[in-house]
């Protein structure tokens, strides 16, 4: 970005080149065009403003105006923002994103408003599932007693606990020697990550069970918004509406890619597995964290969506 | 001044206490949580963010210590070529700038653990605005003996300095 | 501009005596101000930037090689140096280079070795009719060698200003052959000035006497297997390691050597209190003059003006070392761990160098400039160890220097030095 009048300061914890960053990209030459050079976007990649909780206060604060942050730090702070992060809440893919691109999705994205922050769109996060060095898991039978690495969040430990396995929260850079060791028997993630972080070199079973299909979320900062003119407002929605498809397109090449690379390294891929008890183990996990009559509704009507 | 003294002194200390308390009390929580994980096959998730809260606090307030009792690090190059006059004039400006920065640590530590006070924090189950305490009482420690040093100096007391002088009380 | 103001303010008040923390701190408050940010930002940075679990190796690992040095598991090391290697030409300075690369197994503060090794090896010397000024070099440029071999809390500081994705255990790992070579190449230089003073030797003391220290001097050795075999496996977080470090240490000299009173325990609690509050407010505050640094794209124009001046990594790599040295005989070494990784390292990583083989660039050079003037940690507590002016020491250190600089460009030309033992372990 460099000659457009006002320049907007993006955060992203992902790497240049990854697809999020790549879509922010994207949005910023749309919103060039679309105000007449008024407005672009800088990113800064890689975490080099902070991590996503750091840049999510600087964003409330007005110190960044643009941010793409995962949903797992929201949900201490807006409680809409769990629904999307709840296991198996999503059937599929797809499934997420009817539902996110339609009023639930607006729903939840009305929600930032109140915490300074607003809400312009969904990305793609990936949907995580298991893998582990040991077996391959083709019931919650297998996953007895396992002990898997999640992130740092009750809710995923719960989840984890529900299943019959042991959650071990550990940083993500131990994660490969935990693995190799024994400290731990696998971990959870989505295709690629599986792969960059070279776990699939120690834990060769992946089951595709798709626990969590949870989306990223693109803000900006309330305080950056209000400066802008009313015109120039329709033109940043716009500009990260056009930028969604773009993300998509290449979060699906880039899955392709790992899973090509990850299977052809030996990596065996189970996806024959009946996840009905899966879902039926997660009742404990649902009546803990969906409690307000809102959120029950809004599961019932995200469950109710085809 | 030398009353006022005997109460930082003892501010000081009881700061230094709870600190070297806190390091204590890290190294049993994280002995707990290695041998809960290695010994009792168990993991617990509240040890690390638990012990990282601890571990703010003994920064804050030991950095606050630091500046009445000289430890901090610093750059005296220039002060041995300048007369002893400019040299203590150079020292209060210095002591005024680390007042405006420990007020600062006040004010928007303050800001901050507003903000963050209807979170959550994971693991915890506290209000966030705990993570940004110790900001605020480090903050209040630094104004205090920076301003405690401007008064030492002024009724021609010593005040302490990397590498220097030790205070006494 | 907004650098004038963040570089300017820092200087201004580096020179007239703030603290280093404050330095940072404030000259990131008046460039945030300066840019119309909302300051609250500097005051997040500094508490995200010490809130990082990695970051609990720090106090553990001071706190432990406190105990050590006040429990007496340091002495014990240093003894079975002496017996190992007394007997070479330059008898109790080879020694001292042994106990350092001994002590530096346990510690990773190069101003706690040279206190800790310094403070038992200059009196033998002097003793011993070794000229202190020799005795207090040896001790100094020794001690660099605890920042290279594992433990070494500097290498995490290094992992953490690279944004935490460099592993603490390859870091640790590639930090062995250089502190090896260091040792050696001080060792050589430490023969040749002995010889040309003609210093003594010491005698054998023979097979019996040796498995006797050894015996004594086992706990202390068995430390330095946990430590590393804990990280290198990835049993345990470094943290991890760090606190059962300090649980070992605390065990041995109460229980086993009975060589710690609870005075000594108190004092070094509030020693290592001391240490860490100071170090990690660096650090604190470094995390928002860094958050600036990022934001003004520093980094990236600091790429940019290298690659117009060279293209040639050999050159470039150079340049930097020079630059750091310079710098390192100004500032202290975490704070400018801190400050340098994240403009360096992108530049390093531009012109083809690993990002582990860097941090051991770095430490070393860094840990060069903590014996150097006018601003010197490890130099001013030799000094103070031996009890001689800082210029008694400098006129005869060269040899030592030499012998550093030598090392620093082996392991910058040589990245095998540094990598080829990790790879090992993949
Ligand atoms: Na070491
Ligand atoms: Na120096």
């Known amino acids: 970005a460099g000659a457009c009048e006002t320049t907007l300061k993006s955060s992203d914890t992902h790497p240049d080149g990854y697809p999020t960053v790549e879509a922010v990209k994207a949005m910023s030459k749309s919103l060039e065009e679309r105000t007449d050079g008024r407005l672009c976007i800088e990113i800064f990649h890689s975490a080099q403003l902070g991590e996503e909780k750091d840049t999510i206060e600087q964003t409330q604060f007005g110190a960044i105006d643009l941010n793409r942050v995962s949903l797992g730090p929201f949900n201490n702070i807006i409680e809409e923002t769990q629904i999307p992060s709840l296991p198996y809440i999503f059937r599929s893919v797809e499934h997420m994103h009817t539902v996110m691109d339609g009023p639930i999705g607006q729903e939840i994205l009305d929600a930032f408003a109140e915490h300074d922050l607003i809400g312009l769109g969904f990305y793609d996060g990936g949907s995580r599932s298991f893998y582990n060095k040991e077996k391959p898991i083709k019931s919650m039978e297998d996953l007895k007693g396992m002990k898997f690495r999640v992130m740092q969040s009750d809710m995923f430990v719960d989840m984890v606990s529900a299943l019959g396995a042991n959650a071990t929260p550990l940083p993500y850079g131990e994660v490969y020697s935990s693995i190799q060791t024994g400290v731990i028997d696998g971990a959870e993630n989505n295709w690629p990550s599986y792969d960059t972080s ?103 009507r995200i469950q109710a969506t085809e | 001044m030398i009353s006022v003294a005997r109460v930082t002194s003892v501010m000081a200390r009881v700061s230094l206490w709870v600190s070297g308390a806190g390091l204590v009390l890290m190294t049993v929580l994280i002995a707990c949580q290695v041998f809960w994980r290695y010994v009792l096959n168990d993991s617990i998730s509240w040890t690390e963010p638990g012990s990282v809260m601890i571990m703010g606090w003994f920064i804050f307030l030991g950095a606050a210590v630091g500046i009445r009792e000289g430890y901090h690090l610093s750059f005296d190059i220039l002060l041995h070529v300048v007369s002893h006059r400019v040299k203590l004039m150079l020292h209060t400006t210095s002591d005024i700038v680390v007042i405006a920065f420990g007020a600062g640590m006040v004010v928007y530590g303050t800001q901050l653990a507003i903000n963050a006070a209807p979170n959550v924090l994971p693991s915890l189950g506290i209000s966030g605005a705990f993570d940004f305490m110790p900001i605020v009482a480090g903050g209040v420690l630094v104004v205090l003996f920076s301003i405690e040093r401007i008064a030492r100096r002024m009724a021609g007391m010593p005040t302490a300095r990397f590498g220097e002088t030790e205070i006494e009380d | 501009m907004e650098l004038w103001v963040l570089f300017g303010t820092f200087v ?53 090689g406190d105990l ?98 460099i592993s603490i255990a390859d870091l640790f790992t590639a930090g062995i052959i250089p502190g090896a070579v260091l040792a050696l190449s001080l060792m050589v230089a430490a023969y040749f000035v002995a010889k040309s003073r003609g210093y003594p030797t010491e005698p054998f003391p023979g097979g019996r006497a040796m498995l006797g ?214």
């Open chain 1, 198 to 300: 070279g776990h699939f070199e120690v834990a060769k079973y992946y089951t595709l069970d798709q626990h969590l299909i949870v989306p990223e979320v693109l803000v900006m900062s309330k305080k950056s918004w209000d400066k802008l003119s009313p015109e120039d407002q329709v033109a940043v929605k716009a500009a990260a509406r056009d930028s969604v498809p773009v993300m998509r397109e290449l979060w699906v090449a880039q899955e392709k890619k790992s899973e090509e690379k990850v299977r052809a390294a030996g990596s065996e891929i189970i996806t024959d597995i009946d996840k009905t008890p899966f879902i039926e183990a997660m009742k404990p996990v649902y009546e803990k964290y969906v409690t307000s009559e809102k959120l029950k509704d809004m599961v019932a």
């Open chain 3, 12 to 64: 201004v008040l580096l020179l007239i005596g703030t603290p280093v923390a404050f330095c940072l701190g404030v000259s990131s408050f008046a460039t945030i101000a300066y840019l119309g940010l909302p300051p609250v930002v500097v005051f997040q940075r500094m508490n995200s930037g010490v809130s990082v679990f990695a970051l609990m190796a720090i106090p553990f690992f001071i706190f432990a």
């Open chain 3, 68 to 165: 050590m040095v006040r429990g007496d598991i340091a002495r014990r090391l240093v003894a079975l140096a002496g017996a190992l290697v007394g007997h070479l030409r330059g008898g109790l300075g080879q020694v001292n280079i042994l106990a350092s690369v001994m002590f530096g197994g346990v510690s990773g503060s190069a101003a706690a070795d040279a206190s800790a090794v310094g403070g038992l090896m200059v009196p033998q010397m002097k003793e011993r009719g070794y000229d202190v000024d020799y005795a207090v070099n040896i001790t100094v440029v020794g001690s660099i060698i605890a920042l290279m071999i594992p433990p070494s809390h500097n290498m995490i500081i290094y992992s953490i200003s690279a944004g935490g994705k």
């Open chain 3, 213 to 426: 220290l050894l015996a004594n001097a086992v706990p202390g050795l068995v430390l330095v297997a946990i430590i590393f075999g804990g990280v290198r496996s990835g049993i345990f977080t470094a943290s991890e390691s760090s606190n059962i470090a300090v649980v070992y240490a605390m065990f041995v000299t109460f229980f086993v050597y009975r060589s710690l009173s609870w005075a000594d325990f108190v004092a070094a609690t509030m020693a290592a209190v001391r240490t860490t509050a100071m170090v990690l407010m660096v650090i604190g505050c470094a995390g928002a003059f860094g958050w600036l640094l990022a934001y003004t794209r520093v980094p990236a124009s600091m790429v940019m003006m290298l690659k117009g001046i060279s293209d040639n990594p050999i050159v470039i790599l150079l340049l930097m070392n020079l630059v750091l040295l310079v710098l390192g005989t100004f500032m202290d070494m975490s704070p400018l761990i801190v400050i340098t990784t994240p403009i360096f390292l992108p530049v390093a990583v531009a012109f083809g160098v690993d990002p582990v083989h860097f941090g051991v660039i770095l430490v070393l050079n860094l840990g060069i400039g903590l014996c150097t003037p006018p601003v010197g940690a490890v130099l001013f507590v030799g000094c103070a160890v031996g009890k001689i002016p800082i210029w008694q020491a400098m006129r005869t250190i060269w040899p030592f220097y030499g012998a550093a600089f030598a090392t620093l460009m082996l392991v910058t030309y040589i990245p095998q030095l540094s990598l080829w033992l990790p790879a090992q372990f993949h």
